[in-house]
């Protein structure tokens, strides 16, 4: 298995993904609030993992440039006509990953990355990556899945048994407490962890790091 079968399956599943509805509309816009709040006009914004450009399609209007990115061509296809429908000036869509893109030079404010994290095979390589990405003192904000600290059943036996008929993507296992570590191992010191969730206590914490300078 590799990022192209991770694609691959995204490709699949993107007009379903599309057509869902948010589980927790209130805790989503939360989030939004919370992260429209962190957000300045001038600053130059990589969102990660934006799926079919909901999320980004609501926060680019507030800033200098936004660029939204998956790994899923279908994805950000879907992205690309909610686009030309609703056009934010500052907002573009791109088919990469944060390791391809942190080739280039660190230009960015902030990096957003939301249910993203455990969706990715080498956790710690891509908070190294979005280090890169960032100038100094620059925010990752993140709200992240933490599969260790959810039932066991669903991580021991539901979630292997539905990717292997291909009905689950690859996700990474951690808890809160790891996550935590591995963003500050990576160079960060984290600012805040919150939980936004109004449909009781769920393991996705909302994380604000700040790149060290």
Same mark, same amino acid.
Not at 67 to 74: E, G, N, P, R, V
Not at 149 to 168: E, F, Q, S, Y
Not at 197 to 210: D, F, L, M, N, W
């Given at each position: 298995?590799?990022?192209?079968?991770?694609?691959?399956?995204?490709?699949?599943?993107?007009?379903?993904?599309?057509?869902?509805?948010?589980?927790?509309?209130?805790?989503?816009?939360?989030?939004?609030?919370?992260? @429209?709040? %962190?957000?300045?006009?001038?600053?130059?914004?990589?969102?990660?993992?934006?799926?079919?450009?909901?999320?980004?399609?609501?926060?680019?209007?507030?800033?200098?440039?936004?660029?939204? *990115?998956?790994?899923?061509?279908?994805?950000?296809?879907?992205?690309?006509?909610?686009?030309?429908? =609703?056009?934010?000036?500052? /907002?573009?869509?791109?088919?990469?990953?944060?390791?391809?893109?942190?080739?280039?030079?660190?230009?960015?404010?902030?990096? /957003?990355?939301?249910?993203? %994290?455990?969706?990715?095979? =080498?956790?710690?390589? *891509? /908070?190294?990556?979005? @280090?890169?990405?960032?100038?100094?003192?620059?925010?990752?904000?993140?709200?992240?899945?933490?599969?260790?600290?959810?039932?066991?059943?669903?991580?021991?036996? /539901?979630?292997?048994?539905?990717?292997?008929?291909?009905?689950?993507?690859?996700?990474?296992? &951690?808890?809160?407490?790891?996550? =935590?570590?591995?963003?500050?191992?990576?160079? &960060?010191?984290?600012?805040?962890?919150? =939980? @936004?969730?109004?449909?009781?206590?769920?393991?996705?914490?909302?994380?604000?790091?700040?790149?060290?300078?």
């Amino acid at each position: 298995m590799s990022i192209v079968n991770d694609a691959r399956f995204w490709d699949r599943t993107s007009r379903k993904y599309a057509k869902a509805a948010i589980s927790d509309q209130a805790g989503y816009e939360r989030t939004l609030d919370r992260t @429209h709040a %962190l957000l300045g006009q001038d600053m130059r914004v990589l969102e990660l993992g934006c799926g079919t450009g909901t999320t980004a399609l609501r926060l680019a209007g507030g800033v200098q440039a936004y660029l939204a *990115t998956d790994i899923s061509a279908a994805m950000i296809a879907i992205a690309e006509e909610k686009h030309a429908a =609703d056009p934010v000036p500052a /907002l573009a869509f791109r088919v990469t990953t944060a390791e391809t893109l942190a080739q280039e030079p660190a230009g960015f404010n902030a990096v /957003l990355g939301f249910n993203y %994290l455990h969706l990715v095979r =080498d956790v710690p390589a *891509t /908070l190294f990556s979005i @280090h890169a990405l960032l100038v100094p003192g620059g925010l990752f904000i993140s709200k992240t899945p933490c599969l260790g600290n959810m039932n066991a059943l669903i991580r021991v036996v /539901l979630l292997p048994a539905m990717r292997a008929i291909g009905k689950a993507p690859y996700v990474s296992v &951690f808890a809160a407490a790891d996550l =935590d570590r591995e963003i500050r191992a990576a160079g &960060f010191d984290i600012l805040a962890m919150e =939980d @936004h969730s109004t449909k009781g206590t769920e393991a996705r914490p909302y994380i604000v790091a700040r790149k060290k300078s």
